[in-house]
């Protein structure tokens, strides 16, 4: 695998590359990563990774700071995962000059969800994103569907401003008891960590009763809710939406999802579950 800190150095690399499949990271990698690695061999016969801390999609008071970095066994991982390119550029590379130009998603999504709870999220991200997609020009990129919001807000954006990219999802990968694997998880204790997979197991309740009738789901959310708050949870939302848009279901709607979000102690986690 080679590591370009650098723009040119990458685009150097890639000039007479075939078709390039992308998959963009922060790093802290684990098997859902390894996972994408893995299916973007399948889209391309070049395999570019990145691993950049976006500042731009932090808020304030959120964990830009402590966010781990782990650069050494992340190369190891994704190595053995078969990457061919890394691109890890440092701040000054990707941001020489203050970012001014940015990518602002569509109101829908600013103001629903992970949009809601975490203002400019989705606009330092789409920016990012953006920045990446020109530097690594791919034919295809890959993004996990733990982060469901993220990927569909992509896909708008790739449809609205015609960036010639097929963009596919990946499923979250599982630890044995069902929680959705993510760098956060690194942030809990051993006593959270035990805790953790109760969010896995309230959107399962919460599908299971869609998939077997159950038509009021604001009843079905605020139990889910309830129990997480029961068991010291500080839930943002736990919601069923229509799968195309993220918005509030009809109640004959079939093609639905069900997402959540809550902070155990002081590490927010999301997940969500197709229905
Ligand atoms: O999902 C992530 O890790 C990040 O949001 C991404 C897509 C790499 C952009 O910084």
Same mark, same amino acid.
């Given at each position: 695998?080679?590591?370009?800190?650098?723009?040119?150095?990458?685009?150097?690399?890639?000039?007479?590359?075939?078709?390039?499949?992308?998959?963009?990271?922060?790093?802290?990698?684990?098997?859902?990563?390894?996972?994408?690695?893995?299916?973007?061999?399948?889209?391309?016969?070049?395999?570019?990774?990145?691993?950049?801390?976006?500042?731009?999609?932090?808020?304030?008071?959120?964990?830009?700071?402590?966010?781990?970095? $782990?650069?050494? %066994?992340?190369?190891? #991982?994704?190595? *053995?995962?078969?990457? @061919?390119? =890394?691109?890890?550029?440092?701040?000054?590379?990707?941001?020489?000059?203050?970012?001014?130009?940015?990518?602002?998603?569509?109101?829908?999504?600013?103001?629903?969800?992970?949009?809601?709870?975490?203002?400019?999220?989705?606009?330092?991200?789409?920016?990012?994103?953006?920045?990446?997609?020109?530097?690594?020009?791919?034919?295809?990129?890959?993004?996990?569907?733990?982060?469901?919001?993220?990927?569909?807000?992509?896909?708008?954006?790739?449809?609205?401003?015609?960036?010639?990219?097929?963009?596919?999802?990946?499923?979250?990968?599982?630890?044995?008891?069902?929680?959705?694997?993510?760098?956060?998880?690194?942030?809990?204790?051993?006593?959270?960590?035990?805790?953790?997979?109760?969010?896995?197991?309230?959107? $399962?309740?919460? %599908?299971?009763?869609? #998939?077997?009738? *159950?038509?009021?789901? @604001?009843? =079905?959310?605020?139990?889910?809710?309830?129990?997480?708050?029961?068991?010291?949870?500080?839930?943002?939302?736990?919601?069923?939406?229509?799968?195309?848009?993220?918005?509030?279901?009809?109640?004959?709607?079939?093609?639905?999802?069900?997402?959540?979000?809550?902070?155990?102690?002081?590490?927010?986690?999301?997940?969500?579950?197709?229905?």
């Amino acid at each position: 695998m080679q590591i370009h800190p650098t723009v040119s150095g990458l685009r150097a690399a890639l000039a007479s590359a075939g078709r390039v499949a992308f998959a963009p990271t922060m790093g802290n990698l684990h098997e859902g990563h390894v996972s994408l690695m893995k299916a973007a061999r399948q889209h391309g016969n070049v395999v570019v990774a990145s691993i950049f801390v976006n500042r731009l999609q932090f808020g304030a008071g959120e964990d830009f700071d402590r966010y781990p970095r $782990t650069f050494e %066994a992340d190369c190891e #991982r994704l190595a *053995a995962a078969g990457v @061919d390119h =890394l691109f890890a550029p440092d701040e000054a590379e990707l941001y020489p000059e203050p970012q001014s130009y940015l990518i602002q998603p569509s109101a829908l999504h600013e103001q629903t969800l992970e949009g809601e709870s975490r203002p400019g999220h989705f606009r330092g991200m789409a920016t990012v994103v953006t920045k990446l997609f020109n530097i690594v020009q791919p034919q295809a990129a890959l993004f996990g569907k733990k982060d469901y919001q993220q990927l569909m807000v992509i896909r708008n954006m790739v449809r609205q401003l015609a960036l010639p990219i097929e963009i596919f999802g990946c499923d979250t990968v599982r630890a044995d008891d069902g929680l959705a694997l993510s760098s956060r998880n690194g942030y809990l204790s051993e006593t959270e960590r035990r805790e953790a997979p109760r969010l896995y197991r309230e959107l $399962t309740r919460v %599908a299971q009763a869609v #998939r077997e009738g *159950a038509r009021d789901f @604001d009843l =079905l959310e605020q139990a889910a809710i309830s129990q997480l708050r029961d068991a010291g949870w500080k839930p943002d939302y736990v919601s069923v939406r229509r799968r195309s848009d993220l918005q509030e279901p009809e109640a004959d709607e079939q093609a639905l999802i069900v997402l959540a979000a809550a902070r155990l102690g002081g590490t927010r986690l999301i997940d969500n579950l197709e229905i």
